[in-house]
């Protein structure tokens, strides 16, 4: 890829019955990528994320991210393969470690959350392969499970990451990253470094998408947000994402974005 994609997010604050209609003026709008969150206990990653597949015909969604210790890696493999398959090519899905917070308010809480990620991903690339998968791990225990219908070999497999250890793993292990938003451009550039020192562990060297949620001010002109978002773009970014208030009226910012923003991005990061 090259050039910068563009992004606007559908924050889960925002009504479930709302989603289908504002992805359609997404779609219409021409606007590259509708990305979607999953925070407790609001609405369902993978559920919304079919509302608005369904609703489009054009338009790719992302979902940043769902927290692996709410799923068996088996249950996420079969529904992100079922996405892929009935909507090729315009699904981005990442993982991470979910809120620690939460995860204790629903007794999930992993002791060693560096432990689950990794057995977590390296098993969900594995089935997401098509490959049978047999571990024994300390949180992912799999007994020759393959899935019958796996996507296309290789497709993308995100994870959300903030720390040093995580974005490391991840540069080793996914193949791109979400980085939340607030994280200023400075810390942008820090975090790339973090996970291109992960990738050097990688046995095959391959690239690594940077997609990061970039918050718009209210009142801000298309033009001023496109020049906003310059620094992250600078910093590392592939993808931006931007985030609206919770007061905003979420079609047309999106609507504004895909018509307006977008242009604008892609002449300035050809």
Known sequence: MTGVRVGAVYRPQFAPERLADTARAADAAGLEELWLWEDCFLTGGVSTAAIALSATSRITVGLGVLPVPMRNVAAAAMEIATLHRAFPGRVRVGVGHGVASWMAQIGAAAPSPMTLLREYLTALRALLDGQP????????????????????????????AT????????????????????????????????????????ADPAPHAVVVYVECIAGQSGSQIAAAAGPWVDAGADTIVFQCGPDTDIAEFVAMIGSEVQPLMHRAHP
């Open 133 to 160: 998968v047999t571990v024994e791990g300390s949180y992912v225990r799999l007994d020759h499970v393959q899935l019958e219908w796996p996507p296309q070999r290789g497709v993308e497999l995100l994870c959300g």
């Open 163 to 202: 720390g040093p250890k995580t974005l490391a793993l991840s540069g080793e292990l996914a193949s791109g990253t979400v980085i939340t938003g607030g994280t200023t451009a400075q810390e942008l550039r820090e975090a790339v470094g973090h996970i291109r020192n992960g990738q050097l562990r990688r």
